[in-house]
T-cell receptor, first 114, second 113 residues
Framework: AQTVTQSQPEMSVQEAETVTLSCTYD???????LFWYKQPPSRQMILVIR??????QNATENRFSVNFQKAAKSFSLKISDSQLGDAAMYFC???????????FGEGTQLTVNP | KAGVTQTPRYLIKTRGQQVTLSCSPI?????VSWYQQTPGQGLQFLFE???????NKGNFPGRFSGRQFSNSRSEMNVSTLELGDSALYLC????????????FGPGTRLTVT
């Protein structure tokens, strides 16, 4: 079974600074998807970014980018120019190409200090 | 486009009762997945429905069931509620085809007393 591990239960960053959240996963599949989701206090899960395993290029969405290391099974999220609104729980998630099931990590609580 | 909606948002039930939660996906989405979120177990996949058929199922007891209607709306039912069923239940919709980007609803907070 696939597993996803987020080893940082909590992280903090100063407003306007950069922070990196770590995620590792375990799978025997060669093709899959990886996601980062954000869950603010409202509890609404928001899709932040997606990475396809067959793509070598790291995904980028505005201030959010990933460092995808397939051989190391590592998938970190970098948030640049952090804003107060980035404060949330961040979940890393794995998905096989055959269906919608997401396997989530434990989450990292990000605090942004003004 | 309207997002994923879930009703009710909050629910309080007593042990032994049953409950039905509802999820309306984004228009045009044919897949609905359900997740349970608890502080102890985190986010766990319950099941996925696609075109009215259960396509995938997680490791939950048979007390947890679901269905999907022809308009893609889905319901989840939990029978004989236990205290441990207290959780945030999240519904997510996707087109049902690769890539399976899922968009989540606001959740239903179920409290079992």
């Amino acid at each position: 079974a696939q597993t996803v591990t987020q080893s940082q239960p909590e992280m903090s960053v100063q407003e306007a600074e950069t922070v990196t959240l770590s995620c590792t996963y375990d799978t025997s599949e060669s093709d899959y998807y990886l996601f980062w989701y954000k869950q603010p206090p409202s509890r609404q899960m928001i899709l932040v970014i997606r990475q396809e395993a067959y793509k070598q290029q790291n995904a980028t969405e505005n201030r959010f980018s990933v460092n995808f290391q397939k051989a190391a099974k590592s998938f970190s999220l970098k948030i640049s120019d952090s804003q107060l609104g980035d404060a949330a729980m961040y979940f890393c998630a794995y998905q096989e190409t055959s269906g919608s099931r997401l396997t989530f990590g434990e989450g990292t609580q990000l605090t942004v200090n003004p | 486009k309207a997002g994923v909606t879930q009703t009710p948002r909050y629910l309080i039930k007593t042990r032994g009762q049953q409950v039905t939660l509802s999820c309306s996906p984004i228009s045009g989405h044919r897949s609905v997945s359900w997740y349970q979120q608890t502080p102890g177990q985190g986010l766990q996949f319950l099941f996925e429905y696609f075109s009215e058929t259960q396509r995938n199922k997680g490791n939950f007891p048979g007390r947890f069931s679901g269905r999907q209607f022809s308009n893609s709306r889905s319901e989840m039912n939990v029978s004989t509620l236990e205290l441990g069923d207290s959780a945030l239940y999240l519904c997510a919709s996707s087109t049902g085809t690769n890539p399976y980007e899922q968009y989540f609803g606001p959740g239903t907070r179920l409290t079992v007393t």
